[in-house]
């Protein structure tokens, strides 16, 4: 597959934005403003961030965000003009036909089951292709340029989309999908809802189990990553942008909102769930139903909604079951004042 590539100055021309620096530079791919590396562009929505970036960074940002002798191209709208980017960028997922692509590279002590689709580009094996000793049973279909590590089992039904990589010793459980659209939309005077084109990938280590019906999205740019040992139950979502630390557990109907991180060890008990952009530390410990909606310190233990400490939320908990009776106290008190005020014996 072809690289696709622009001058800063057309994308500048592409999104009506003003260009600084070289016009002549080569854009290939768009890359996080936390990781900006050679041939990317970078969108950024904090100003704080410009100040601390490399003068080697490429920023699709706001008007005057640009550090002195910085590149890159100014804009009213950085979100705006970085889904006109994304849709050149995006070449999709297009499925195709069953069938096992001459341009696949299959070790020979792999097994596959009938009806797999395993599309150009594939590797199982050590260099992105289905590796040894690998199971692909029935019905199991996986896109363009996935890699599939040694001893790794798809169960029926699995998904793999294009350009996800699966480590060694996987198990990916009957429906579970791989790199799936990330969920990105935003406000559009024109369209109403604009769709975000989702070009990143999913990478999955070493020894990770993905549950029956669980997806996890591939990123809007970047990589969605799960950490080697993690075991990620059924019915799991995991959005787009998430990092998930390695042997982290993640049990049933549990989800993940985009961007966010989970530190090394984290548990996250049945239908708990974590908002946007929220960092949770090393070894947390989320109860079920916990709703975080901010960053979590390490160690930590929470619960309810919004998450607390969970010995803080049972004092709530008992506190509230005791309402009815002092409700009642209350009502009491109020009559014997009543009974006072008005001389009454």
């Given at each position: 597959?072809?690289?696709?590539?622009?001058?800063?100055?057309?994308i500048?021309?592409?999104?009506?934005?003003?260009?600084k620096g070289?016009?002549?530079?080569?854009?290939?791919?768009?890359?996080?403003?936390e990781?900006?590396c050679?041939?990317s562009?970078?969108?950024?929505?904090?100003?704080k961030?410009?100040v601390?970036?490399?003068?080697?960074?490429?920023?699709l940002?706001?008007?005057g965000w640009?550090?002195?002798n910085?590149?890159?191209?100014?804009?009213?709208?950085?979100?705006?003009?970085?889904?006109?980017?994304?849709?050149?960028?995006?070449?999709?997922?297009?499925?195709?036909l069953?069938?096992?692509?001459?341009t696949?590279?299959?070790?020979?002590?792999?097994?596959?089951?009938?009806?797999?689709?395993?599309?150009?580009?594939?590797v199982v094996?050590?260099?992105c292709?289905?590796?040894?000793?690998?199971?692909?049973?029935g019905?199991?279909?996986?896109?363009?340029?996935?890699s599939?590590?040694n001893?790794?089992?798809?169960?029926?039904g699995?998904?793999?989309?294009d350009r996800?990589?699966i480590?060694?010793?996987?198990?990916i459980?009957?429906?579970?999908?791989?790199?799936?659209?990330?969920?990105?939309f935003m406000?559009?005077?024109?369209?109403?809802?604009?769709?975000?084109?989702?070009?990143?990938?999913?990478?999955?280590?070493?020894?990770?189990?993905i549950?029956?019906?669980s997806?996890?999205?591939?990123?809007?740019?970047?990589?969605?990553?799960?950490?080697?040992?993690?075991?990620?139950?059924?019915?799991?979502?995991?959005?787009?942008?998430c990092?998930?630390g390695?042997?982290?557990?993640?049990?049933?109907?549990?989800?993940v909102?985009?961007?966010?991180?989970?530190?090394?060890?984290?548990?996250?008990?049945?239908?708990?769930?974590v908002?946007?952009?929220a960092c949770?530390?090393?070894?947390?410990?989320?109860?079920g139903?916990?709703?975080?909606?901010?960053d979590?310190l390490?160690?930590?233990?929470?619960?309810g909604?919004?998450?607390?400490?969970?010995?803080?939320?049972?004092?709530?908990?008992?506190?509230?079951?005791?309402?009815?009776?002092?409700?009642?106290?209350?009502k009491s008190i109020?009559?014997?004042?009543d009974?006072?005020?008005?001389?009454?014996?």
């Amino acid at each position: 597959m072809s690289i696709k590539e622009l001058t800063l100055a057309k994308i500048a021309d592409m999104v009506k934005g003003t260009l600084k620096g070289e016009g002549s530079y080569i854009v290939t791919s768009i890359s996080a403003p936390e990781s900006p590396c050679p041939g990317s562009i970078s969108p950024l929505w904090e100003k704080k961030l410009a100040v601390n970036m490399s003068c080697d960074a490429v920023l699709l940002t706001k008007n005057g965000w640009i550090p002195e002798n910085g590149q890159g191209i100014e804009v009213e709208d950085p979100r705006r003009a970085l889904v006109t980017i994304l849709e050149y960028f995006d070449t999709g997922n297009k499925t195709h036909l069953p069938c096992i692509h001459e341009t696949a590279v299959i070790s020979e002590s792999s097994v596959i089951g009938d009806n797999v689709t395993i599309g150009p580009g594939c590797v199982v094996s050590d260099q992105c292709i289905i590796g040894d000793d690998c199971i692909l049973e029935g019905n199991v279909w996986i896109g363009k340029q996935v890699s599939i590590g040694n001893n790794s089992r798809l169960e029926p039904g699995g998904v793999i989309y294009d350009r996800s990589s699966i480590g060694s010793n996987c198990i990916i459980h009957a429906n579970a999908v791989i790199g799936c659209d990330g969920f990105g939309f935003m406000p559009d005077s024109e369209k109403v809802l604009l769709r975000i084109p989702q070009i990143g990938t999913v990478t999955i280590g070493d020894d990770v189990e993905i549950g029956v019906c669980s997806s996890i999205d591939r990123a809007t740019f970047g990589e969605t990553k799960i950490g080697k040992g993690t075991k990620i139950d059924s019915h799991v979502k995991i959005a787009h942008n998430c990092t998930v630390g390695e042997y982290c557990i993640i049990v049933a109907q549990a989800g993940v909102a985009g961007s966010s991180t989970l530190g090394r060890g984290v548990t996250m008990a049945a239908q708990s769930g974590v908002a946007n952009h929220a960092c949770i530390g090393d070894g947390v410990i989320a109860a079920g139903r916990a709703g975080i909606t901010e960053d979590i310190l390490p160690g930590s233990v929470v619960s309810g909604f919004p998450a607390i400490d969970h010995k803080k939320d049972l004092r709530q908990l008992a506190a509230l079951r005791q309402l009815p009776d002092l409700i009642k106290n209350v009502k009491s008190i109020e009559k014997r004042l009543d009974v006072l005020g008005s001389g009454e014996k």
